[in-house]
T-cell receptor, first 116, second 114 residues
Framework: AQKITQTQPGMFVQEKEAVTLDCTYDTSDQSYGLFWYKQPSSGEMIFLIYQGSYDEQNATEGRYSLNFQKARKSANLVISASQLGDSAMYFCAMREVPNTGNQFYFGTGTSLTVIP | EPEVTQTPSHQVTQMGQEVILRCVPISNHLYFYWYRQILGQKVEFLVSFYNNEISEKSEIFDDQFSVERPDGSNFTLKIRSTKLEDSAMYFC????????????FGPGTRLTVL
């Protein structure tokens, strides 16, 4: 089974609008971390936001927020007030307990295009 | 702001040749990783490295691959005999600890095997 599922291969959003990128995850561990990374066309991976499994509040970082629904095993990324520079691939990732070698499991990504 | 660096940014090689991809992790980080991303696909874990030894590796990381931390700053990925399917972007990452901190990724090395 896939550890991370991103069901939206491509999304479009109007500039200044909000957009939600979906992510569901699969783990039997109680302790894990969820991450979102942005990959612009230049190729680098840019960390955006982190949510710990025990965090009671949804994580926020500027215009990024993470809608964490633990019972549904979802960790959707919300980008408010979209900007043209937000056009990129977005990857959801999960890290389980440390003794698994700390690897990240990545989803297949969502390509976001912001329309002026 | 400290960052992970990788060299070269792009490497072209002939099938069967050995390549070494170099990374300089962030200086106070203790955990190091290699990932690869075949064009248009998701990022895949290759190997994690801590305390001068491999802590985990994926199925992709077969005998053709090796990692080394030859000195206090560099972290290298060697592919002994490259295959066409090794063409991908290779990312190095590092993290402070083995808990839930984010991994900081380098800009990647694009490897093209002809």
């Amino acid at each position: 089974a896939q550890k991370i599922t991103q069901t939206q291969p491509g999304m479009f959003v109007q500039e200044k609008e909000a957009v939600t990128l979906d992510c569901t995850y699969d783990t039997s561990d109680q302790s894990y971390g969820l991450f979102w990374y942005k990959q612009p066309s230049s190729g680098e991976m840019i960390f955006l936001i982190y949510q710990g499994s025990y965090d009671e509040q949804n994580a926020t970082e500027g215009r990024y927020s993470l809608n964490f629904q633990k019972a549904r095993k979802s960790a959707n990324l919300v980008i408010s007030a979209s900007q043209l520079g937000d056009s990129a691939m977005y990857f959801c990732a999960m890290r389980e307990v440390p003794n698994t070698g700390n690897q990240f499991y990545f989803g297949t990504g969502t390509s976001l295009t912001v329309i002026p | 702001e400290p960052e992970v660096t990788q060299t070269p940014s792009h490497q072209v090689t002939q099938m069967g040749q050995e390549v070494i991809l170099r990374c300089v992790p962030i200086s106070n980080h203790l955990y190091f990783y290699w990932y690869r991303q075949i064009l248009g696909q998701k990022v895949e874990f290759l190997v994690s490295f801590y305390n001068n030894e491999i802590s985990e590796k994926s199925e992709i990381f077969d005998d053709q691959f090796s990692v080394e931390r030859p000195d206090g700053s560099n972290f290298t990925l060697k592919i002994r005999s490259t295959k066409l399917e090794d063409s991908a972007m290779y990312f190095c990452a590092s993290s402070v600890s083995g808990s839930y901190n984010e991994q900081f990724f380098g800009p990647g090395t694009r490897l093209t095997v002809l």
